[in-house]
């Protein structure tokens, strides 16, 4: 009969039978536990921050290379076109055309929808290539007229099936990218021959023609609006950033590359500085104008231009037409556009995965929803840094036991054939012991070891005389934690029970050595690994086992 977990963890009862008695072997050597040597101050700040601020060693082309490269590669790294440019051939530049082409034909008439959800001339959506997400303004946008809501459905349906058409089918993914410009061009149609305008269809009427001018002179940094537009600033920021890092991650995991945060960051900063300089709003990348892009074979960041360059001319040449184009049918591409980011089995599959990142997911949701952006996001910022705080402050513990035939210990609760060595108790603690929870550590591995010594005086079983605390999850430790080490150890000596450490890393060690715990403690008492710890046990126990 194996043993069972804990009882906190769950029900089970200690027997002699189901206490494996300790293999009795001759172990000729025990490791020593050995301290790193001393590192130079310095180098260790360096080290350290090296690690914390460039983990990704951003210079490593740099090394060993002559000053001329050198050069190349600060160029290529500002400026990729430079890495790109020199193997640009003509099949890559069709591939970059028919992207570039299809995506402006799907960005035309949402960034028009955009600007007008966020009561903005038109203009600056197109110029700005953005994409915001607001659904209840969506809704606020329709006109409640019979004209409207037709108009509406209709072609809202119209999206909806040329998008599962697409999903599909992925041969057929310009249908979905397509489908908004062609809705745009047959109600601005009906619209324009039925007069429907007349009849309190809601239009977009007279959009200005050209490009932004200069609004330098209207960007100061003082009077009413600073601390909003901090406000707004840090947050869009953050989002925008989550989203553009997220959609590079995503089409890196496909195309089998690294993407550059840093380079993300100067990108998105650039695009949204230079900007600003032309009344432009803020943008970041679009998950979905992504997709159609990669879908359509796209090779490199021409693609862009060329969508780039069809915007251009479209604000410089067509916006006329656009005169007679429906609000409601905006609304539609939009409403569109939102749908696929409610996405119900994501929200299933983080439930299933950990239940605070649910509740965090739909506090960002209803925030959103019904409050505003920077509520949700605040919400969720919230949860998560309440989890964080739960996890650093609460750390698990666990009771080990030894795997049969073998000299492996892990946790009891894991694995249920693994068995208790008697007068042995086996703990392990999975975490950095802080000041944050260094008393909850210590109280819990005394409530651990009191209901254990009550498990076994019930049962007739020897009594516990060593606790071992299996410590190579512990990354680092603290000087609250190494006092609570220390209360430990005395309040054991009290219940003549001898505390032994296995496993303790570079950093804990070195600390333990230097705090003199390990030589309050023993350093015969300190050993490599929780097995040599219970070999060296087992001689005391035998005789009264």
């Known amino acids: 009969m194996s043993a069972r977990a804990h ?12 206490i494996s008695s300790p293999r009795q072997t001759n172990t000729p050597f025990v490791h020593k536990v050995e301290v790193p040597p001393k590192q130079n ?27 001329p490269m050198k050069l190349m590669l600060g160029l290529q790294s500002v400026f990729p076109v430079f890495e790109w440019g020199r193997n640009y ?34 203009k600056y959506g197109l110029f700005s290539f953005t994409i915001s997400i607001s659904l209840p303004f969506c809704i606020i946008c329709l006109q409640w007229n019979w004209q409207t809501i037709l108009i509406s459905a209709s072609f809202l349906i119209f999206l909806l099936v040329s998008k599962f058409i697409g999903k599909k089918k992925k041969k057929l993914f310009w249908i979905p990218a397509v489908a908004p410009l062609l809705s745009v061009v047959i109600s601005t149609f009906f619209v324009y021959i039925t007069r429907a305008d007349k009849k309190g269809v809601q239009i977009v009427k007279h959009l200005d023609k050209g490009l932004n ?15 909003k537009g901090f406000r707004i600033g840090v947050v869009s920021g ?15 995991a496909m195309k089998d590359y690294q993407i550059d945060g840093n380079k993300e960051m100067v990108a998105l900063g650039a695009m949204n500085v230079i900007g600003s ?5 803020v ?28 915007v251009l001319l479209t604000l410089l040449f067509l916006t006329p037409l656009f005169k007679y184009t429906p609000n409601a049918i905006l609304a539609a591409i939009i409403i569109n556009a939102v749908i696929p980011l409610v996405d119900v089995n994501a929200a299933v599959l983080i439930f299933k995965i950990d239940k605070l990142d649910f509740v965090a997911c739909m506090g960002a949701f209803f925030g959103v929803i019904f409050v505003s952006v920077e509520i949700g996001l605040l919400v969720a910022v919230g949860i998560s840094f309440a989890k964080i705080l739960l996890q650093v402050t609460r750390p698990r513990t666990a009771i080990l036991g030894k795997i049969p035939r073998t000299s492996v210990y892990r946790n009891i609760h894991q694995y249920p054939e693994a068995t208790r060595v008697p007068g042995v108790m086996i703990i392990r603690v999975d975490s950095a012991i802080y000041f944050s929870n260094s008393n909850y550590v210590r109280e819990r591995i005394q409530r651990w070891l009191t209901d254990e010594e009550e498990k076994v005086k019930d049962v007739a079983l020897p009594r516990i005389q060593f606790l071992i605390i299996e410590m190579s999850p512990v990354t680092d430790i603290d000087t609250s934690g190494i006092h ?62």
């Open 238 to 252: 953050m989002v925008a950033l989550t989203e553009a890092v997220a959609i590079g991650r995503t089409f890196a």
């Open 277 to 281: 300089m032309t009344s432009c709003y």
């Open 7 to 18: 009882p906190v963890e769950g029900d089970g009862e200690l027997s002699p039978e189901n």
């Open 213 to 227: 001018p200069s609004s330098l002179e209207l960007i100061h940094f003082s009077g009413d609006y600073l601390l």
């Open 41 to 67: 101050l310095f180098n260790e700040f360096m080290y350290t921050f090296k690690e914390t601020f460039f983990h990704d060693d951003p210079l490593r082309h740099f090394k060993d290379q002559s000053v």
């Open 484 to 545: 609570a080490l220390e209360d430990l150890y005395k309040s054991l000596q009290k219940r003549d029970i001898q505390l032994v450490l296995a496993n303790p890393g570079p950093l804990v060690i070195d600390k333990l050595h230097v705090s003199h715990f390990a030589d309050m403690l023993g350093h015969d008492k300190i050993f490599l690994t929780v097995a040599e710890a219970v070999d060296s046990c087992c001689p005391k126990l035998s005789d009264e086992v």
């Open 89 to 122: 051939n003509l099949k890559m530049f069709r591939g970059d055309l028919i992207a570039g082409l299809t995506i402006a034909s799907l960005c035309i008439p949402q960034d028009i929808g955009y600007a007008k959800l966020a009561n903005l001339d038109p």
């Open 283 to 310: 943008a970041t990348g679009s998950f979905s104008r992504s997709a159609v892009n990669f879908m359509a074979g796209c090779q490199t960041a021409v693609s862009n231009i060329i969508m780039s360059i069809v």
